[in-house]
């Protein structure tokens, strides 16, 4: 399954231009919202809960998983992701990362598999 999510068009590096953390959810959800996967409420609705629950999508070293709550704004299950040349804080210098995965979820269970 993963394999099927991730992909030459749904994985991207960033260029060289500085990023911050929220930029880099944006542009990581870029080839979900592309092909209809999502709309553009899941990518504020992610970047809410950050600004609301701290830096939880920082699952270990480098590597953040941004998602949200299963939402009218998810049309299908995605996954998709941007790696940057450079590691960006994530509302502390504690949490830093180069990797950020956007995970999209049309209901509570359909993405474990």
């Not at 068009?9 to 930029?23: E, H, N």
């Not at 950020?100 to 209901?107: I, L, R, T």
Request: net charge positive; aromatic share 6%.
């Amino acid at each position: 399954m993963l394999s099927n999510l991730l992909n030459e068009k749904t994985v991207r590096i960033a260029d060289g231009k500085k990023l911050d953390w929220k930029t880099s959810i944006k542009e990581a959800s870029k080839p979900l919202l592309e092909d209809g996967t999502i709309l553009n409420g899941y990518v504020s609705s992610m970047i809410d809960v950050v600004e609301k629950e701290g830096p939880y999508i920082n699952i270990g070293p480098g590597i953040a998983l941004a998602h949200a709550q299963p939402n009218g704004f998810v049309n299908r299950v995605g996954m998709a992701l941007l790696k940057t040349k450079s590691s960006i804080e994530v509302t502390s210098k504690i949490h830093m990362v180069n990797r950020y995965f956007v995970m999209a979820a049309v209901d509570s269970n359909r993405h474990l598999e």
